[in-house]
């Protein structure tokens, strides 16, 4: 009984589809890689494999409703011929092809009229010098493909400190580095048919790259921008024909601008405070939308959601902290993704509600520490 959703990847957003997909009897099926991984852990359906395997593939697509995906490296020759045969590839290979390579992106998003941080493809550090002296130094140099958490992003105060990112052939992606007030993410869901439903803007806040908490809706943001980083989003999901989620990654520029900095097209970091803060959550949301099912309400229930990632622990098993945590913060909703500890690795997040949000910052935050092993 019930849709068969195939997922590519075995980390906690998989994990995270299981909990919605059991409450709605969608069968999930991941392709991870490793069965004792975080998704295989919890998704009895879980066969071993690469992203980068056709055969893996094929076996995982094999009497499923469609394909979707928890990151972006699925090589888009597969997915083209994936599509060629039929799948139901969502996001398709066009809109992935957005989150898998950034001067990609930021093409498509200059095309369609996005704002964006002053941009270039550099080859050479003679064209990186140009863009640095056009744009002024210090700039941001990233590998167009294979970053995440902040890894093929550096800030650069000369052409020759970026050198080593140009050797060989590679190109790089110059940016700007912009001067912002804050960081936020709108997340919105997209059905091939077109209905599209759109959270509000959070705030999020990137330590050494990593994300490290997010409030929902964003504090400091005026109405009249809020309203513009909704209008973005909405354009680039159109723009590009998404379905499922799209995460918009912005800046709220110190001179009152909103600017794009990246795109993401699964469940994402900054919407994991809708799994108890609005009526429906991203991982239920990015089920319907890919399987074309109306999607659900998205209103949040209190005022205020701040969600801190647990990043690396002291503790061998950080569950070892229950009894501290639970008793200590029992408003605190507590996720731990069953992954090994390794220093700064994302562990888990713990999520709190209410009314007060410095009161909820703060006691997210400790709550967090417990985990990590920190504090008493
Ligand atoms: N042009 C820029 N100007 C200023 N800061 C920037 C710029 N680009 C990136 N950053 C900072 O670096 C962080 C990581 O950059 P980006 O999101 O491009 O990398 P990533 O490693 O792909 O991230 P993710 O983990 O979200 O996939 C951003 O959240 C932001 O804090
Ligand atoms: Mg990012």
Same mark, same amino acid.
């Given at each position: 009984?019930?849709? *068969? ?20 009897? @969608?069968?999930?099926?991941?392709? *991870?890689?490793?069965?004792? #991984?975080?998704?295989?852990?919890? @998704? ?16 995982? *697509? ?11 490296? *699925? ?13 139901? =590839? ?11 390579? !950034?001067?990609?992106?930021?093409? %498509?998003? &200059? ?30 140099? !990233? !590998?167009?493909?294979? #970053?995440?958490?902040? !890894?093929?992003?550096?800030? @650069? ?9 140009? %050797? ?28 599209? &439903? ?41 723009? @590009?024909?998404?379905?499922?989620? +799209? ?10 601008? =909103? ?18 803060? %609005? ?28 969600? =801190? ?24 909703? =507590? ?8 220093? #700064? ?8 509600? #209410?009314?007060? +949000? ?19």
């Amino acid at each position: 009984m019930g849709p *068969v959703v195939a997922v590519v990847g075995g980390g906690q957003l998989a994990r995270m589809l299981a909990a919605p997909a059991a409450a709605l009897t @969608i069968n999930l099926r991941a392709l *991870v890689e490793a069965g004792d #991984g975080a998704a295989g852990q919890v @998704i009895p359906d879980a066969p071993v494999g690469a992203a980068n395997d056709a055969a893996a593939l094929n076996q995982l *697509v094999a009497g499923a409703d469609v394909l979707t995906f928890e990151h972006e490296h *699925v090589p888009g020759e597969l997915l083209a011929a994936l599509e060629a045969d039929g799948v139901a =590839v969502r996001p398709g290979r066009t809109a992935l092809a957005n989150a898998q390579d !950034k001067v990609h992106m930021r093409r %498509t998003l &200059t095309n369609a009229g996005v704002p964006c941080p002053q941009w270039a493809q550099v080859r050479s550090v003679g064209e990186l010098a140009d863009f640095g002296d056009r744009a002024g130094w210090p700039i941001v140099l !990233k !590998k167009p493909v294979g #970053g995440y958490d902040g !890894k093929g992003v550096r800030v @650069i105060n000369s052409a020759a400190e970026g050198g080593d990112w140009l %050797t060989d052939g590679q190109v790089a992606l110059a940016e700007e580095k912009v001067d912002f007030a804050a960081e936020l993410a709108v997340l919105l869901a997209r059905r091939p048919s077109g209905q599209i &439903t759109t959270w509000a803007p959070v705030q999020t806040t990137q330590v050494d790259g990593v994300c490290s908490e997010v409030v929902a809706p964003a504090p400091d943001l005026p109405e009249d921008l809020a309203a513009q980083a909704v209008q973005i989003a909405e354009r680039i999901a159109g723009a @590009i024909q998404v379905t499922g989620i +799209l995460a918009v990654e912005m800046f709220h520029t110190t001179d009152g601008r =909103v600017l794009v900095n990246e795109l993401a097209m699964r469940p994402h970091n900054s919407g994991h405070f809708s799994i108890e803060a %609005t009526t429906t959550s991203q991982f239920e949301q990015h089920l319907r939308a890919v399987l074309d099912l109306p999607l659900g309400a998205v209103d949040q229930q209190a005022p205020w959601a701040v969600m =801190v990632n647990v990043l690396g622990s002291a503790r061998t098993d950080p569950t070892t902290a229950y009894p501290q945590v639970m008793a200590a913060y029992p408003e605190a909703k =507590v996720h731990l993704y069953g992954k090994e500890v390794r220093p #700064g690795r994302k562990l888990g997040h713990v999520t709190l509600t #209410g009314t007060d +949000l410095g009161e909820l910052r703060r006691r997210a935050r400790a709550a967090a520490d417990l985990l990590e092993g920190q504090g008493p």
